[in-house]
């Protein structure tokens, strides 16, 4: 007989943290993995992935129960995938969730509340005290992603083409975006944005923080506007759950970092929902994972 333990697993597009902990709730350690992302990886791959998972945990000793938390789960092979390593390595006591449900569990350290996340893209997941879940956002970069970094990027070309045209104001982030990416023509910014990834346009937010830390009107304008939507997103899974007051989860890069965006955020939640109160995560997401399997025994 081996040791009992519960175990978390954080399956992230470019590495997969596994988080162990023994039945009384002392950390066993983490180990890194590769990329949990069968999209990206192939399946033959992530088959591979999950069962080196495995292997590890059940190197470890007796996996008494395990929470699995990944972006895509909505994807039936990947599921299935997921199951049948579950049954080849003996591990019965498992659950698949969304990231995001890790992530607010982890910040918000078990308790009902509302988390918005806000990086690359973004979205808004809340649950209530009997276990009831809503949801906002997370449509995506090309009709959501309010107040992600792909938000920010667009904006910005948007400003940037729109002083080019010569109807917009006249902007910082142009001057920006020649100097730190030798964005200097149309032409060459048409070919940026359009030959690139998401990725391509996430990658300009920093400007937007530097020009309106400059006190460029029109880039204090687009955080105004992406901090004003993503608090319609807070405000929405409020609603949807009856919370008159929660806590709110800042997470991600744009929301935990001391950025002007988060700052605006702060001052419009602060304006519109006075009973909510804005926190930085007090777990990771792999924390978090852990300890939901520790609540399925």
């Excluded at 940026?192 to 391509?200: E, F, L, M, R, W």
């Amino acid at each position: 007989m081996g040791m009992e333990f519960v175990a978390g697993i954080d399956g992230g597009g470019t590495k997969t943290r596994v988080c162990c902990r023994t039945l009384d709730g002392n950390d066993l350690g983490t180990e890194i993995f590769g990329a949990f992302n069968m999209n990206g990886i192939g399946r033959e791959k992530f088959v591979r992935l999950l069962d080196e998972i495995t292997a590890y945990l059940n190197g470890m000793g007796i996996c008494r129960a395990l929470c699995i938390g990944s972006a895509g789960i909505s994807n039936e092979v990947m599921a299935a995938e997921v199951a049948a390593a579950m049954d080849r390595a003996g591990i019965a006591n498992w659950k698949l969730v969304g990231d995001n449900v890790i992530a607010m569990y982890g910040a918000l350290d078990g308790q009902p509340g509302i988390s918005l996340i806000a990086g690359t893209g973004s979205i808004c997941f809340g649950r209530d005290a009997g276990g009831r879940e809503a949801r906002s956002g997370g449509w995506g970069h090309l009709i959501g992603d309010e107040g992600s970094a792909y938000a920010l990027g667009r904006d910005a070309l948007s400003a940037v083409a729109h002083a080019w045209d010569g109807y917009g104001e006249k902007t910082v982030l142009t001057d920006l975006l020649a100097s730190q990416l030798g964005l200097d023509t149309q032409r060459k910014i048409i070919s940026y944005v359009y030959s690139g990834d998401k990725s391509a346009v996430a990658d300009l937010s920093p400007l937007v923080e530097t020009a309106a830390r400059q006190g460029d009107s029109a880039a204090l304008a687009i955080v105004r506007k992406n901090a004003g939507q993503m608090a319609e997103l807070v405000g929405a899974v409020a609603d949807r759950l009856g919370f008159d007051r929660a806590e709110v989860a800042m997470l991600g890069g744009m929301l935990e970092n001391d950025t002007c965006l988060r700052t605006a955020f702060l001052e419009v939640m602060g304006a519109r929902y006075p009973h909510f109160t804005c926190v930085l995560p007090r777990h990771d997401a792999c924390t978090g994972a852990v300890m939901m399997a520790a609540t399925f025994l």
